[in-house]
């Protein structure tokens, strides 16, 4: 199993479609919900044994509380 974040558009499409056609089962994730259909769809259409994908959302991380 592969799993490359930014599946759904440029190099990280890329990189799944060939690890698909390599025969791995390709897991992509985007940020953005039409990137990931679409990657699903160009994998699917190279004949990927299994295309899963899954949206992330990115927010910017809580500062940590001062140790004490």
């Given at each position: 199993?592969?799993?490359?974040?930014?599946?759904?558009?440029?190099?990280g499409l890329a990189t799944a479609?060939?690890?698909?056609?390599?025969?791995?089962?390709?897991?992509?994730?985007?940020?953005?919900?039409?990137?990931?259909?679409e990657g699903v769809r160009t994998?699917?259409?190279?004949g990927a044994a299994a295309a899963?994908?899954?949206?992330?959302?990115?927010?910017?991380?809580?500062?940590?509380?001062?140790?004490?």
């Amino acid at each position: 199993v592969a799993i490359v974040t930014g599946g759904g558009t440029g190099i990280g499409l890329a990189t799944a479609s060939e690890l698909a056609w390599l025969g791995a089962k390709v897991a992509i994730g985007s940020r953005k919900q039409e990137n990931i259909d679409e990657g699903v769809r160009t994998l699917e259409a190279l004949g990927a044994a299994a295309a899963l994908a899954g949206g992330a959302r990115v927010k910017r991380p809580r500062r940590a509380p001062p140790d004490r």
